[in-house]
């Protein structure tokens, strides 16, 4: 009796492990999307109009609220009032949706913009909004960040000068160019420098000080950040039509579009294959793109080089926040997985991952120098007597002309 008890509990143990990294995602939810950023990162001024919409396919009708919510440099929730970084009231309904218009896939767009007559940012710093139910279940949430730009910030890209990862890794160095650094670096104040890879907030790394002070500049040096690879990508922008990427489509009670069949480039070479950095861009050709898009059903095939029975394969990129979830995740049959997932009409980048030795979550992209990625700096302050960690500077960067 002892033993199948030890048996259940190391079971369930091991469930639990297994299944620690994968969040919930809301099954009708798709297309969450921010605009109006000037660049790749969601980031806005205080007075800019922020835009966010996303698509219900649902086909029963809801009643849709939202919250705006405030944090620190590792999204950790502020300690302050709501009242201190909103102007207005919070916890508002959702007004502006519309129904999709000549779509084989019902679905309704909802869309807010900030400010307006409900709210308004009072400060900068990070932010997510939240989206809930009437009966306040919560769905999901779109993070972004309000500049208020004190300092300037500069990027260098180069090769590791570790041997050992010279092949696998990109090294970082940051510049920020301050008039009076010591009213930023001193005793009486906190500085944080994080940077975010691709805008994967699931890959960022935080520095707490600068390895040197030079000419009214704090230096950053050698911050590591393994290269990973080009993003895989396909285009259903034309839902009828194939590309290289795409080998059939089906019309059948919804548009069917099928991929080729996907290779574990892990012990490869460097290819240079053009990507957008996991992002998406949804198809524009419409006159009212956001409603009159359709849905297809993109079918993934994956085939490793080892196969582990055990394993569990998802695909991640922009499109699902770079977050695991079984509504990604692909199913075993035979010696390849197969998925097959909704996207709206667009351009799409993606990867597969999966959870590995230790809970840690792997790739089968694998690791290269030359991989072009984009790379954001963001630079946080706080004075001591200070509740909350303003964002004080942001600069973006390719590694495309990375230095050797």
Not at 68 to 87: Q, T
Not at 292 to 305: A, G, I, M, Q, T
Not at 343 to 372: A, H, R, V
Request: hydrophobic share 35%.
């Amino acid at each position: 009796m002892n033993k199948i008890l030890i048996s259940i509990l190391l079971f369930s143990l091991s469930f639990t492990i297994n299944f620690s990294q994968t969040k919930k995602i809301s099954e009708n939810i798709y297309n969450v999307n921010i605009h109006g950023s000037k660049l790749n990162y969601p980031v806005f001024n205080l007075n800019d109009k922020i835009s966010f919409s996303f698509d219900d396919l649902n086909i029963k009708k809801s009643s849709y609220y939202y919250k705006i919510n405030h944090f620190d440099y590792k999204w950790n929730p502020s300690r302050i009032l709501k009242s201190e970084y909103i102007d207005g009231y919070d916890d508002n309904l959702i007004e502006d949706f519309e129904n999709s218009y000549n779509t084989l896939i019902d679905y309704t767009n909802y869309q807010i913009s900030i400010p307006n007559q409900d709210l308004k940012l009072k400060i900068s710093g990070n932010y997510s909004i939240s989206i809930h139910k009437s009966n306040g279940d919560f769905l999901f949430e779109k993070k972004f960040s309000v500049l208020n730009q004190l300092i300037s910030t500069s990027i260098k890209i180069k090769r590791s000068n570790d041997l050992k990862k010279i092949e696998s890794h990109q090294s970082i160095d940051i510049s920020l160019n301050c008039d009076n650094c010591n009213e930023f670096n001193g005793n009486s104040s906190d500085l944080k420098l994080v940077i975010i890879k691709n805008n994967n907030w699931n890959n960022f790394k935080v520095i707490q000080n600068p390895d040197y002070f030079l000419n009214n500049n704090l230096i950053f040096k050698n911050i590591l950040f393994k290269a990973g690879n080009e993003f895989l990508n396909f285009d259903n922008s034309k839902i009828n039509s194939t590309n290289i990427n795409v080998y059939k489509t089906e019309l059948n009670d919804v548009y069917e579009t099928f991929l080729r069949t996907d290779v574990d480039r892990r012990n490869g070479i460097y290819q240079y294959n053009p990507d957008i950095n996991g992002s998406f861009v949804v198809n524009n050709k419409f006159d009212n793109p956001e409603i009159e898009n359709d849905y297809s059903l993109v079918k993934f095939s994956f085939k490793p080089n080892v196969l582990t029975k055990n394993d569990r394969v998802f695909i991640i990129g922009e499109f699902n926040d770079f977050t695991l979830s079984k509504k990604y995740e692909l199913k075993l049959i035979n010696d390849r997985f197969f998925g097959e997932f909704k996207f709206k009409q667009g351009f799409y980048n993606y990867t597969y991952c999966f959870i590995g030795p230790g809970d840690e979550l792997m790739f089968y992209s694998g690791n290269f120098w030359e991989t072009e990625n984009n790379y954001t700096a963001l630079v946080f302050h706080k004075k001591l007597t200070e509740k909350y960690y303003k964002l004080i500077s942001i600069s973006e960067r390719s590694s495309v002309n990375i230095k050797n």
